[in-house]
């Protein structure tokens, strides 16, 4: 069974700062990994998507790094910004019978960025 | 449409009461999924339907609770005999075959048993 494990379960940073969220999961055997937005009370807006031959993917001040063999992926986020305040999911992906995808999340990591 | 569509967004209910929830996915989205979120964790899959077939359940997809997408567009969440554990946010998502499995998320359904 597929278990993806966030840390920290929450972060609070100055404005400006740089900061690394981490994802671990237990099965290498994954389709992609994508990394996920949600706000308070709403649902989840899409960030970076690495597909398991991809190294890293990069979207403005974001950068997300893919390690499959031994399991790993982070999320880099360049001069953080008040905006930045939400919870952050990473989950896996893996093909279903017929084609569709299921994902398996992490808990989030929390993070406030204070001014 | 810009976007998958949930109703209602919050629901209040009193344990043992019958409650249904309606997701609009994308148009032309043939993959329509479900997902449960409870307080303080990741959503977790319940099921799966591409076109109007019902592909895949998750265990925790119990009797109570029966899924249908009649035509292959909009889907139905029914839970029977809700109890207070079934108090959740309720997550649709949609996509499309060509799509690396890149999926849509609706803004979810709150349900709070009472």
């Known amino acids: 069974k597929q278990e993806v494990t966030q840390i920290p379960a929450a972060l609070s940073v100055p404005e400006g700062e740089n900061l690394v969220l981490n994802c671990s999961f237990t099965d290498s055997a994954i389709y992609n990994l994508q990394w996920f937005r949600q706000d308070p009370g709403k649902g989840l807006t899409s960030l970076l998507l690495?597909?398991?031959?991809?190294r890293e993917q990069t979207s403005g001040r974001l950068n997300a790094s893919l390690d499959k063999s031994s399991g790993r992926s982070t999320l880099y986020i360049a001069a953080s910004q008040p905006g930045d305040s939400a919870t952050y999911l990473c989950a896996v992906r893996r093909i279903l019978t017929g084609g569709g995808n299921k994902l398996t999340f992490g808990t989030g990591t929390q993070l406030k960025v204070e001014l | 449409d810009t976007g998958v569509s949930q109703n209602p967004r919050h629901k209040i209910t009193k344990r043992g009461q019958n409650v249904t929830f309606r997701c609009d996915p994308i148009s032309e989205h043939n993959r329509l999924y479900w997902y449960r979120q409870t307080l303080g964790q990741g959503p977790e899959f319940l099921t799966y339907?591409?076109?109007?077939?019902?592909?895949?359940k998750s265990r925790l997809l119990s009797d109570r609770f029966s899924a249908e997408r009649p035509k292959g567009s909009f889907s139905t969440l029914e839970i029977q005999r809700t109890e207070q554990g079934d108090s959740a946010m309720y997550l649709c998502a949609s996509s499309l075959d060509s799509s690396m499995g890149v999926a849509f998320f609706g803004q979810g359904t709150r349900l709070t048993v009472v």
């Open positions: 690495i597909q398991s031959s991809q």
């Open positions: 339907f591409q076109n109007e077939a019902q592909l895949e």
